[in-house]
């Protein structure tokens, strides 16, 4: 083999491996970092590092509660990352949550008498087409408006939130209810439990289902050529005969509608009534999740069951070996930054490895 052959190679087998070791490393690195924050608050990394992931992973109920927490985080990641593909980027999954739950549950309390098997899905699809809503106004707006996805999506979630709260304390109050929530929506719309004696249900099959729906669509079919076209290089992509405009308000549609979809999850096998504020910040760490994941659907797999797992032991590792929850956030954070510092150095490296190919031609 020739030393060009074998130097190709090389930069291959990286393409492939570093998509997958730069989270790895990333989130190590912020466990290690979160060591010197829990050391500093005089608490042993050890002992606390144990309570956390032994409650969130190592017990019946401690599993049971990481998988429902790493459903709404998995479907929302998966959203923010189709959009990634297309170039777009969804600031808006929490907005897009609440109005899953709102259009979820407004379907469940306002039908009855419909069998399980009819009101689920009816329900489910409620929630997407809301959601599918809130992604696709800013989709529309960057499309034929030129206005940036980033704004819109962002100040949609305050609009949704605050929409949901006006209902939740209003039209929608139960009655006598002592704080801002809706009445129980009807039994045949609410999502099974796998795990018995625990709260996870069937979002978490609806989130693995997605998933496998996205990979098909992604690796074997022409629209996730095309949405990765446009993703990639626009003005191609519209020489090439493709649809820039209506791929973006697709994509943002699709992706909304998958926040939706977790919104849905949380209303109908987790709260069975719409709340005030019922989403803690899934959103946002769906974000997180995305950047991190780096494009690979196993990576956006792990990590979000990894921060379903912090967000589970979370509050034990804090009444158990007296931790505050927000150093959980803080490693949360860490990832991010190392992942980002990550990308920083490959650009840079891919850059002068590009100037330095150009010296040789020349």
Not at 88 to 111: H, T, V
């Amino acid at each position: 083999m020739s030393s060009l052959n074998q130097v190709t190679v090389r930069q291959k087998m990286k393409e492939r491996v570093l998509p997958v070791v730069s989270p790895i490393a990333a989130i190590a690195l912020a466990l290690l970092v979160g060591a010197g924050l829990i050391a500093i608050a005089g608490v042993n990394p050890i002992k606390a590092y144990g309570v956390l992931f032994s409650e969130a992973l190592a017990n019946y109920y401690g599993i049971g509660n990481t998988l429902t927490k790493t459903a709404p985080l998995l479907l929302t990641s998966l959203g923010v990352l189709i959009a990634l593909k297309a170039g777009q980027f969804n600031i808006g999954g929490e907005g897009q949550i609440y109005m899953g739950g709102l259009g979820s549950a407004l379907i469940g309390l306002s039908i009855q008498g419909l069998p399980a098997i009819v009101h689920v899905p009816l329900a489910l699809l409620g929630g997407f087409l809301l959601g599918a809503l809130w992604g696709f106004i800013p989709g529309y707006l960057k499309a034929i408006q030129g206005v940036n996805e980033v704004i819109t999506t962002l100040l949609l979630n305050y609009i949704a939130q605050y929409l949901v709260s006006y209902l939740v304390s209003g039209p929608l109050l139960e009655p006598n209810a002592p704080s801002p929530f809706s009445p129980p929506i009807a039994a045949t719309a609410q999502l099974p439990i796998l795990l018995p004696q625990t709260q996870t249900h069937a979002g978490i099959l609806i989130g693995g289902l997605a998933v496998l729906v996205v990979w098909v669509a992604f690796s074997a079919t022409p629209f996730g050529y095309q949405v990765e076209a446009v993703g990639q290089n626009p003005i191609a992509a519209r020489y090439a005969g493709l649809s820039v405009p209506r791929t973006i308000m697709t994509v943002m549609a699709l992706s909304g509608g998958l926040a939706g979809l977790a919104g849905a999850g949380e209303v109908m096998g987790l709260k069975y009534r719409l709340f005030e504020n019922f989403s803690p910040g899934y959103g946002f760490d769906a974000i997180a999740i995305a950047f991190l994941s780096r494009g690979n659907l196993g990576g956006l797999v792990l990590i979000s069951l990894f921060f379903g797992a912090l967000r589970s032991g979370a509050s034990v590792m804090q009444r158990s070996a007296g931790v505050p929850v927000t150093v959980v956030y803080a490693i949360q954070g860490l990832a991010v930054l190392f992942i980002a510092i990550s990308l920083v150095v490959e650009r840079r490296i891919a850059l002068q490895r590009k100037l330095a190919g150009n010296r040789v031609e020349g």
